[in-house]
């Protein structure tokens, strides 16, 4: 049977916001490069991974299509299918369905709205689900199962990295994110684009105490793994990584999306076998 296939994206988690924690399941998959994304917020980042493109190395004095050509033969080891080629993702671009073809039922996971199961991304899959909760990969963990005559496919967008950060009950200021933006537009017109309403700029001190609460959800998400690899068979391929990064305050900047900042691009990436 082709092997299983989880797919763990931890959205924000910037390069060393990882590097900074302490990742006991994680390191027993290996250790992580420093990739970038192909987009700098979630929607376009999410559909460039499920085109079969993961986060990308940076080469110099190559052709940028043979990247991509190397990245995708890949595919083959993963998932132990040897017909898999880059025509194989032709002409739908969608890793989903060419795993549908090959016999895998394909599941997703998501905690961002703007991944809701109304857009396009849900294209594909079999099961497709919005959490309730922001931050519930704890329900994600346990809902997983792994029939022994089945192979499955999991793609899961955890919401624990992403702001706020998981600091429930602390005096934390809100920023919308661009679903956020989308629901609110109509009062912003009508308000007459006032200036005024913008919010007051994170200080220093404030960028740091939000980048530690990230490397402590890092950690949280790794406790959580644990639970996951139990489940996981043996033939089951794993590879964790980030759809984009976030600033904390480097240059004047905080947050992702419309930012042109290396750390808004690096990210984790690590795969191997289920340990």
Not at 128 to 136: E, T
Request: net charge negative; with cysteine; charged share 25%.
């Amino acid at each position: 049977m082709p092997n299983h296939l989880v797919y763990i994206i931890m959205d924000s988690c910037r390069y060393d916001s990882y590097q900074a924690a302490s990742t006991p399941n994680m390191d027993k998959l290996g250790l992580a490069e420093r990739r970038y994304s192909y987009a700098s917020w979630t929607s376009p980042s999410h559909y460039a991974m499920l085109m079969g493109m993961v986060p990308h190395t940076s080469p110099r004095g190559v052709f940028a299509s043979e990247v991509y050509k190397h990245e995708f033969a890949k595919w083959v080891d993963r998932l132990g299918i040897p017909n898999l080629s880059f025509k194989t993702f032709v002409p739908q671009l969608s890793l989903p369905k060419v795993l549908k073809d090959q016999g895998y039922r394909t599941i997703a996971r998501v905690s961002l709205p703007v991944l809701n199961q109304f857009t396009s991304i849900n294209k594909f899959f079999d099961d497709y689900k919005l959490m309730g909760n922001h931050n519930d990969f704890a329900s994600m963990v346990r809902e997983i199962e792994f029939p022994t005559q089945e192979p499955r496919f999991y793609f899961l967008n955890l919401g624990e990295t992403h702001y706020p950060y998981m600091l429930e009950g602390e005096d934390l200021p809100h920023i919308s994110g661009v679903h956020g933006v989308f629901k609110k537009m109509d009062e912003f017109i009508l308000a007459g684009n006032d200036e005024q309403s913008e919010k007051t700029f994170f200080d220093a001190e404030e960028m740091q105490r939000l980048h530690k609460q990230q490397i402590k959800c890092v950690e949280y998400v790794d406790g959580l793994l644990a639970d996951l690899f139990d489940k996981c068979p043996a033939n089951t391929h794993i590879i964790i990584t980030a759809d984009h990064g976030e600033l904390f305050g480097e240059d004047g900047y905080f947050g992702h999306g419309p930012v042109m900042h290396e750390k808004c691009f690096e990210v984790p990436f690590l795969e191997g076998i289920n340990p």
